[in-house]
Nanobody, 122 residues
């Protein structure tokens, strides 16, 4: 069992930056993958980025490549999403998930946080 809690969302102007944090507890940190997903109003949830137990990173969303960076700090049992050059279309609820697995053409997680709202104003 893994419990994750997100923080760091908020309101930011286009072109600005935010860093989301996700604190994990339960199973030994570093033995499972972690990732970020987002869901914009009226849209399906989409995978943003993941980091494996070994520290490898996965990005499959072209719109965030070169702008978003996922990282983790094993000593703090936390994973982060650094978001730069934010755009209004990045507005969404961002969810942290743990213990990811491949789900068809995308990814899913076995454990989910409650989400943190990110609003990017134009």
């Amino acid at each position: 069992q893994v419990h994750v809690v997100e923080s760091g969302g908020g309101l930011v102007q286009a072109g600005g930056s935010l860093r989301l944090s996700c604190a994990a507890s339960g199973r030994t940190f570093g033995t499972y993958s972690l990732g970020w997903f987002r869901q914009a109003p009226g849209k399906e949830r989409e995978f943003v980025a993941a980091i494996t137990s070994g520290g490898g990173t996965i990005y499959e969303l072209d719109s965030v490549k070169d702008r978003f960076t996922i990282s983790k700090n094993n000593a703090k049992n936390s994973v982060y999403l650094q978001m730069n050059s934010l755009k209004p279309e990045d507005t969404a609820v961002y969810y942290c998930a743990a213990d990811l697995y491949r789900n068809g053409n995308s990814w899913a997680g076995r454990y989910w946080g409650q989400g943190t709202q990110v609003i990017v104003s134009s």
